[in-house]
């Protein structure tokens, strides 16, 4: 166990619908990391929150958004889905942003969409 | 960031040391070197990070050439478990790092 929790671990859902991943950070760490994972791009970084605030934006369409709360959680929404938004979601968490020490994946979220 | 150059595959006997190299020619003077590795669709698991001299833990060790263009990770003693997907990354921060195909590494009994 990572410390870094996510869920749901699994999720089918179908097009056009909306879903919400959910990821706790290790006890301590501020920033909150989302990356996608699928079979032809490999891992790409999505956006990062650091004490509620946005730090840092990747690879991220606008038909996700992302929010960290007071309590640190982050959730990851993804609307509107399309096929090709099947892949792994994975949250990271570190203690600070700027630390460079390396950061604490979560086991993920795969995600289906039919 | 930088680009870094691995090979995408390698083999390595159970219970030998595994040399892992890594290639980032265009590196920056601020830009440190991070290795992790993913095991079977798991999340990846951090494991060294250096700017300029070598570096050990637990797990591996790090050499970084003089001129910084390259580096090689070791696993000293590899098992099965570490068969796995290793990835080098250079970064001037440890947000947003930049993934890329990484090394294969398949140990073998």
């Known amino acids: 166990d990572s410390g870094v929790t996510q869920t749901p671990k699994h999720l089918i859902t179908a097009t056009g619908q909306r879903v919400t991943l959910r990821c706790s950070p290790r006890s301590g760490d501020l920033s909150v990391y989302w990356y996608q994972q699928s079979l032809d791009q490999g891992l790409q970084f999505l956006i990062q929150?650091?004490?509620?605030?946005?730090?840092a934006k990747g690879n991220i369409l606008e038909r996700f958004s992302a929010q960290q709360f007071p309590d640190l959680h982050s959730e990851l929404n993804l609307s509107s889905l399309e096929l090709g938004d099947s892949a792994l979601y994975f949250c990271?968490?570190?203690?600070?942003?700027?630390?460079?020490?390396?950061?604490?994946f979560g086991s993920g979220t795969r995600l289906t969409v039919v | 960031d930088a680009k870094t150059t691995q090979p995408p595959s390698m083999d390595c006997a159970e219970g030998r040391a595994a040399n892992l190299p890594c290639n980032h020619s265009?590196?920056?003077?601020?830009?440190?070197v991070y290795w992790y590795r993913q095991i079977h669709s798991q999340g990846p698991q951090y494991i060294i990070h250096?700017?300029?001299n070598n570096e050990t833990n637990e797990m591996a060790s790090l050499i970084i050439t003089e001129d910084r263009k390259s580096s090689t990770l070791i696993l000293p003693h590899a098992t099965l478990r570490d068969t796995a997907v290793y990835y080098c990354?250079?970064?001037?921060?440890?947000?947003?790092?930049?993934f890329g195909a990484g090394t294969t590494v398949t140990v073998r009994a």
């Open positions: 990271a968490s570190s203690v600070d942003s700027e630390s460079n020490y390396g950061y604490t």
């Open positions: 265009t590196i920056s003077g601020n830009e440190y």
């Open positions: 929150y650091y004490n509620g605030e946005e730090r």
């Open positions: 250096g700017l300029k």
């Open positions: 990354i250079v970064s001037q921060d440890d947000y947003k790092l930049s």
